[in-house]
């Protein structure tokens, strides 16, 4: 079985661009939920979708939004970015929602200048 | 979800058993020990979880106190390969909460 898949793999924006991260579950997985990571903060959570409906929240401002569609694809979308949105963005899957059993993807590294 | 404590970090010889403990005093009778590990600059990896029985899958064993307040995940022999960040999380499935992760104990496998 394949496991989660994320593109792209590394991205380099500019400061006020948009960006948009996608996400392919594990098949037969309908929970997706997104996760940021940097250096000084460590692994926090964004948001979990489930049968596309956001489920949970993290504690990020409105401009890092998300959806899932019915194939069980998700994307998060980062508006306006920041040079403090530079970070690895994981994306995991599981097959029930708010799972502790998630399986990640190999992430997306986002440079922000 | 209840904290977690973990040592910072740990060595272990090529081939030993690595042992890397985890202390959860105020885990609740609902929510389950998980382990992960992060091997650098790769998404973490799923390794085991359990309630309070041990358990054991083809990566681990997880030995969990009866008492439930302390854990021990068990690389039975470890390699160069299990250098990694691992993370000891006390979570409740199918409620409205998140995967916390902590700071992790940093595993070095030394040849």
């Known amino acids: 079985k394949a496991g989660v898949t994320q593109t792209p793999r590394y991205l380099i924006k500019t400061r006020g661009q948009q960006v948009t991260l996608s996400c392919s579950p594990i098949?037969?997985?309908?929970?997706v939920s997104w996760y940021q990571q940097t250096p000084g903060q460590g692994l926090q959570f964004l948001f979990e979708y489930f049968s596309e409906t956001q489920r949970n929240k993290g504690n990020f401002p409105g401009r890092f939004s998300g959806r899932q569609f019915s194939n069980s694809r998700s994307e998060m979308n980062v508006s306006t970015l920041e040079l403090g949105d530079s970070a690895l963005y994981l994306c995991?899957?599981?097959?029930?929602?708010?799972?502790?059993?998630?399986?990640f993807g190999p992430g997306t590294r986002l440079t922000v200048t | 979800d209840a904290k977690t404590t973990q040592p910072t970090s740990m060595d272990c010889a090529e081939g030993r058993a690595a042992n890397l403990p985890c202390n959860h005093s105020?885990?609740?009778?609902?929510?389950?020990v998980y382990w992960y590990r992060q091997i650098h600059s790769q998404g973490p990896q799923y390794i085991i979880h359990g309630l309070k029985n041990n358990e054991t899958n083809e990566m681990a064993s997880l030995i969990i106190t009866e008492d439930r307040k302390s854990s021990t995940l068990i690389l039975p022999h470890a390699t160069l390969r299990d250098t990694a960040v691992y993370y000891c999380i006390a979570f409740s499935s199918g409620s409205a909460r998140q995967l916390t992760f902590g700071s992790g104990t940093q595993l070095t496998v030394l040849p």
């Open positions: 995991a899957s599981s097959l029930l929602a708010a799972s502790g059993e998630q399986y």
């Open positions: 105020t885990i609740s009778g609902n929510e389950y």
């Open positions: 098949s037969g997985h309908r929970s």
